[in-house]
């Protein structure tokens, strides 16, 4: 048995995902769209949408936890002006198929144009990853705090501040860097990563709840690294993107889908150099361990210490596969490389 939603006809829109009233209530099935891309007759194949986006969010306790709404993670699409989605009991699941969330719905979610004088929504495309002009000519003084990379504004890519809370949020410091993988799919160009961003950012607010975009820092698959979560890239500012966990950290969610598919070694860099820079300014090293206490996250009860590696991934504080198996293992070089950025 599925549960299927046909729309034909709909206001165009480039994003998608689903969402309910209760974030506790967990959506038992697979969810699969597809969708007709603008001024096509053909429809899209079965996409599927990941369902298990909680872990993704503000730590238990926290007014923004509190407001937030059930939601899977958010799928590109491109632009398209028509969608069919089902959700389909998982195999393993008894019959009848349980109910599903209160409140459902999809959202469509249309990323818009910049707001006009956003100068910088065409990055330009970054440098080759091994390129050795990309490491420093002498190592960096102590502190060790890497070279600042460039960094594509929120006003660059085009985010309207009037969509988020006007307050900043802030923890006392940056520990360690949680590495996440959107989950919004590869179909995507780096001069399309702007929109991504700005469908995430409406998704992340408008759709589920949240205070503004979870993430602190975005990367595409050319190595860009974006700003995300407003208050000062060079501050500790409180994220909502590894849940339990966002308590002197930094989130940084590379633009796509990277358990099947490997990520660009662009951005593999991309993620060396920024953390070679912000953990910097933090007295980090990218190849320590740390310690951080546990808000409460489903894999350590809260309260308790976990230690991790300063640059980890996202499994490393919560049961989710997420930044997905090939970037999870691309890691340890991030790591090696990002120390190398320092001067360590």
């Not at 144009?113 to 390129?131: H, I, K, L, Q, V």
């Not at 989950?183 to 408008?206: D, E």
């Not at 966990?245 to 633009?255: D, E, K, R, W, Y």
Request: glycine share 12%; hydrophobic share 35%.
């Amino acid at each position: 048995r599925d549960s299927s939603l046909l729309r034909p006809e709909v206001t165009p829109f480039s994003l998608l995902g689903v969402v309910w009233a209760d974030p506790a209530s967990e959506l038992l099935g697979t969810v699969q769209v597809r969708t007709r891309p603008i001024g096509a007759t053909r429809w899209t194949g079965w996409q599927s949408v990941e369902t298990h986006h909680h872990e993704h969010g503000a730590d238990p306790g926290t007014a923004e936890h509190r407001a937030a709404r059930g939601a899977t993670a958010p799928l590109w699409v491109g632009p398209s002006d028509g969608v069919e989605v089902r959700v389909r009991p998982r195999a393993a699941e008894p019959f009848p198929a349980p109910s599903l969330p209160h409140g459902l719905r999809l959202e469509l979610v249309d990323p818009g144009r910049p707001p006009a004088g956003s100068a910088a929504a065409r990055p330009e495309p970054a440098r080759a990853p091994d390129a050795p002009a990309a490491i420093p000519a002498a190592p960096a003084a102590k502190p060790y705090i890497g070279p600042r990379p460039k960094i594509v504004t929120r006003q660059g890519w085009g985010a309207s501040e009037s969509l988020r809370e006007k307050g900043f949020a802030y923890t006392k410091t940056v520990k360690a860097a949680f590495v996440h993988h959107s989950a919004t799919g590869n179909n995507y160009s780096c001069k399309q990563a702007p929109s991504v961003l700005r469908g995430i950012y409406r998704y992340h607010v408008v759709s589920s709840g949240w205070r503004d975009i979870g993430y602190n820092f975005a990367v595409d698959k050319c190595g860009n690294i974006y700003e995300g979560r407003a208050g000062g890239v060079t501050k500790a500012v409180r994220g909502a993107h590894t849940l339990g966990f966002n308590t002197n950290s930094m989130g940084i969610a590379v633009l796509g889908s990277y358990s099947r598919s490997t990520p660009p070694a662009a951005a593999v860099t991309g993620i060396a150099k920024l953390t070679a820079w912000k953990l910097g300014l933090f007295q980090g090293n990218p190849k320590g361990r740390v310690t951080l206490v546990s808000g409460g996250s489903g894999k350590y009860a809260k309260g308790r210490k976990v230690t991790f590696n300063v640059i980890s991934g996202h499994r490393d504080g919560f049961n989710t596969d997420c930044p997905g198996a090939r970037l999870y293992g691309k890691l340890g070089g991030a790591r090696t490389a990002a120390a190398g950025y320092q001067g360590r």
